[in-house]
C-alpha cells in the first residue's frame, strides 16, 4: 500500500486546524488593513535568479530548487524554485509595476512559503508567513507604523507579556569593525551572532573561532553585545533602551554613521512611545537576523518562556534596486503563522467560537419520504444566513443527535410526523437538553435568537488564555 503520511516537513490541515488558522489569519488581515496596508499574491514559484544571491550562504542553500522539464529533464538543471520568503517576489513586483503602484506602496501577504530545512518541532519545509511591507520612504515613522501594527495583531490575538527586540545592521557592522573584524568576515560573523538564543555565549564564541575570527575580537565583541553584569551600569545597559543608546553611542563614538544608526534607534523608541508598540520596544545590540538583505533597522518578536521568534523583519533598502537598477527605501515584517498556532493552542489562547462546530444546527432525517421537505427546511434556514448541516439518511433520533454532538453542533432541528402535521419543528440545545417546539415560519429567528445568547454567555464566561 502506498505510504498515506504527507512529505517530511509538511502538514495536512483538518477541519479544527482551518479554523484556527482561518482565525489568526483574519486578525492579522484586520489589523493590516486598519493601517493600510493592501492585499498581494504572488505565484508559488518564482524564475530562479529571482531567488539565487538574496539569502546570503546559509539561506541558499535551503531554497527548493525545480528541475528542468521536458526535453531539459536530463540536464538536472534548475532553472525555478519555490518562494523562500515574501519579500523578495515582492521586490520583484515593486520592480514589475512601478509605475502603476503609488509612490508609497503598503502591501500585506499571506503565503505559504518553501525552505529545504531539517524538519523540526515547529520547523516545517511549508509554512506560511504573514507580511507587511512598506515601500518608498526612508522615513523611521515607517518603522513606528510597522512596529505598532505587529504588536496590535498580537494583543488582539491574546498575547501581552511580549518584547520587540530591535537593532540596527549599521550598529553592528560598527561593533564588528571596532573589534578588528574584516569587512570580508562580516557576514559568517553575523551567522554565528544569530544563533545566541540557541546555542548561547559561549557557542556563540566557538562558532566565531571556527569561523576564523581570532580569540581577542571574539571576546570583544560578545562583550560589546552582552556586558558583563559586573555593576549596576551593565545591568541597566541590558534592560534600559536609554541606557543601551548610550552603551552604543560611547562604544561607537568614532564611526560617524554607526552613530547615525544609534540615532535612527533612539529615535524610533521615541516616535514608538505614543503607540502601542511602545512599552515593549527593547534595544538589543546582539540581534542579528540572519537574512544579508537587511541595510537599517531589523526587529524580533520575542515571548517569554519561549524558543525562538513569532516573527522579525527590518529595513531593506536595496533589495528593490537588484531588479530595479536604482534604491528603493522598504521595511517591513513577517510573523511566523505556524509559530503562533503553536503557542497559542499549548496555551489555551483561542476563543471558545474558534472551537465550535461546523454548523449552527443539524436537520434530522425522520423516513425516507420526508427527504424534499427536510432539504426544503434546510434551504430556508440557510437562507437566513445559519449554517446548515442535513443528516444524510433515515436513522435512529438518539444515533443522530450522538453524531450532531460528536460535531459540536449546538442545536438539532427534528420535523417527525406530528411536526409535520402541526406545521411546526422541535429545536433541541445539545448542550442543555433544552428543547422547544415553534411554527416552521419563526425556526430560523428562533435559533438566531438562540445562538446570541450562547455567544454572549460564552463572551462573559470564557476569555482567552494571556501570554
Known amino acids: 500500500m502506498p505510504a498515506t503520511q504527507p512529505a517530511r516537513g509538511t502538514r495536512d490541515f483538518l477541519p479544527d486546524d482551518i479554523r484556527r488558522r482561518t482565525y489568526v489569519m483574519n486578525v492579522v488581515r484586520d489589523v493590516y488593513e486598519r493601517y493600510g496596508f493592501e492585499p498581494l499574491e504572488t505565484p508559488a514559484f518564482e524564475n530562479i535568479e529571482t531567488l539565487l544571491g538574496q539569502y546570503g550562504d546559509e539561506g541558499g542553500k535551503l531554497i527548493f530548487k ?28 515593486v520592480a514589475q509595476y512601478q509605475h502603476e503602484l503609488p509612490r508609497f506602496f503598503k502591501r500585506y501577504q499571506i503565503q505559504p512559503v518553501w525552505r529545504a530545512d531539517r524538519p523540526a518541532r515547529g520547523r516545517f519545509r511549508e509554512f506560511y508567513q504573514c507580511d507587511i511591507d512598506a515601500m518608498g520612504s526612508s522615513s523611521p515613522v515607517v518603522e513606528a507604523e510597522v512596529l505598532a501594527a505587529v504588536t496590535d495583531v498580537l494583543r488582539q490575538l491574546g498575547f501581552s507579556e511580549f518584547s520587540i527586540r530591535l537593532n540596527h545592521r549599521r550598529v553592528l557592522t560598527g561593533l564588528l569593525l571596532r573589534c578588528g573584524i574584516a569587512d570580508v568576515a562580516h557576514a559568517s560573523a553575523l551567522v554565528a551572532i544569530d544563533k545566541y538564543e540557541h546555542i548561547g555565549r559561549e557557542g556563540v564564541r566557538s562558532e566565531l573561532l571556527q569561523r576564523g575570527v581570532a580569540d581577542h575580537a571574539a571576546d570583544g565583541l560578545l562583550e560589546a553585545l552582552y556586558p558583563s553584569p559586573r555593576d549596576g551600569a551593565a545591568q541597566s545597559i541590558q534592560r534600559d533602551a536609554a541606557g543601551v543608546v548610550a552603551h552604543l553611542r560611547a562604544l561607537l563614538a568614532a564611526d560617524v554613521p554607526s552613530v547615525e544608526a544609534v540615532d535612527n534607534l533612539a529615535t524610533i523608541v521615541a516616535l514608538s512611545a505614543g503607540t502601542s508598540a511602545g512599552r515593549h520596544l527593547v534595544v538589543d545590540p546582539s540581534l542579528a537576523r540572519g537574512l544579508s538583505y537587511y541595510t537599517g533597522a531589523i526587529m524580533e518578536v520575542a515571548v517569554a518562556d519561549l524558543a525562538g521568534s513569532l516573527g522579525g523583519g527590518g529595513r531593506y533598502d536595496n533589495l528593490v534596486g537588484t531588479f530595479l537598477g536604482r534604491a528603493v527605501p522598504a521595511c517591513g515584517f513577517s510573523l511566523g503563522l505556524e509559530r503562533i498556532l503553536v503557542v497559542m493552542a499549548e496555551r489555551g489562547m483561542f476563543p471558545d ?33 445559519l449554517k446548515v448541516d442535513v443528516y444524510p439518511e433515515a436513522d435512529k433520533l438518539g444515533k443522530q443527535f450522538k453524531y450532531a454532538a460528536t460535531r459540536r453542533v449546538p442545536f438539532v432541528a427534528v420535523v417527525g410526523d406530528e411536526e409535520r402535521s402541526r ?15 415553534v411554527a416552521r415560519g419563526e425556526t430560523a429567528a428562533t435559533l438566531l435568537r438562540s445562538l446570541g445568547e450562547r455567544r454572549r454567555s460564552d463572551d462573559a464566561d470564557s476569555i482567552p488564555g494571556k501570554v
Open 66 to 93: 525545480i528541475l528542468r522539464r521536458g526535453e531539459h529533464e536530463g540536464t538536472g538543471e534548475a532553472d525555478l524554485a519555490l518562494r523562500y520568503d515574501l519579500t523578495v517576489p515582492l521586490s520583484r513586483v
Open 353 to 385: 467560537q474558534v472551537r465550535c462546530g461546523s454548523a449552527d444546527v443539524m436537520v434530522t432525517l425522520w423516513d425516507a419520504a420526508s427527504r424534499a421537505d427536510l432539504l426544503s427546511l434546510a434551504g430556508e434556514l440557510r437562507a437566513s444566513g
Open 423 to 437: 406545521g411546526a419543528v422541535t429545536i433541541k440545545n445539545l448542550e442543555t437538553g433544552a428543547q422547544q417546539t
